[in-house]
């Protein structure tokens, strides 16, 4: 299965500026995941993010607030624009398949203060 | 929409014993495929099992195996001689095929804690 790399493992921010989370896969995968996962709660897909396609995103998360990145087979960023509070949240990436199972990265621990 | 039930917030077991976690999900698909997913406090999602809706045999991976009940739309984890490294979060997961764009949904997810 695939491995991936994810910075930072965390950071502090303050409000109202913008985090560019960075996942580095050791191999060429069609889609990658962004996961959003809000303190003590499950994991809530943010949007898939495709090679020479724009990202398709979830309900309730918008081009604007995450924007993405996905410039080659290897590599996405997922950036959380304007932050506030209620953004403070771990951030995965992940990719994979049916026939493997999906791979995530070690996450990003936000705090926005 | 798809939906996934985790009804057991957390559980605890004893070393070396066994424990079961439940899962039910909702579907009017046929093809699909079904994940547990451990989280320990590394935050690591680490992929524990995985069952194809098509198969009728229950997936096994050493002292974890799913009872996978299709007509039901349910899928439990056992874990067997349950160990101090099992105590994490544990979530179940449902995906669509392919045409659907591969995506996961995930329950609530379970806090498994084991005691020494």
């Known amino acids: 299965s695939a491995v991936i790399s994810q910075k930072p493992s965390r950071d502090i921010c303050q409000r109202g500026t913008s985090l560019t989370i960075q996942c580095q896969v050791d191999s060429q995968v069609t889609m990658m995941f962004w996961y959003r996962q809000q303190p003590g709660q499950s994991l809530t897909l943010i949007a898939t993010?495709?090679?020479?396609?724009?990202?398709?995103?979830e309900s309730g998360f918008v081009i604007d607030k995450f924007p993405i990145s996905r410039p080659n087979l290897t590599f996405s960023t997922l950036t959380v624009s304007n932050m506030s509070p209620e953004d403070s949240s771990i951030y995965l990436c992940?990719?994979?398949?049916?026939?493997?199972?999906?791979?995530f990265g070690s996450g990003t621990r936000l705090t926005v203060v | 929409a798809q939906t996934v039930t985790q009804s057991q917030p957390e559980m605890s077991v004893q070393e070396a014993e066994t424990v079961t976690l439940s899962c039910t999900y909702d579907?009017?698909?046929?093809?699909?495929?079904l994940f547990w997913y451990k989280q320990p406090p590394s935050r690591q999602m680490i992929l524990v099992i995985r069952q194809e809706a098509y198969k009728q045999q229950n997936a096994t991976e050493n002292r974890f195996s799913v009872n996978f009940q299709k007509a039901a739309k349910s899928f439990s984890l056992k874990i067997s001689d349950s160990q101090l490294g099992d105590t994490a979060m544990y979530f179940c997961a449902f995906m669509r095929p392919m045409e659907y764009g591969n995506k996961l949904v995930f329950g609530a997810g379970t806090i498994l804690r084991v005691k020494s």
């Open positions: 993010a495709n090679q020479g396609s724009e990202a398709t995103y």
């Open positions: 992940s990719v994979g398949d049916s026939d493997y199972g999906y791979t």
């Open positions: 579907t009017s698909e046929s093809n699909y495929y």
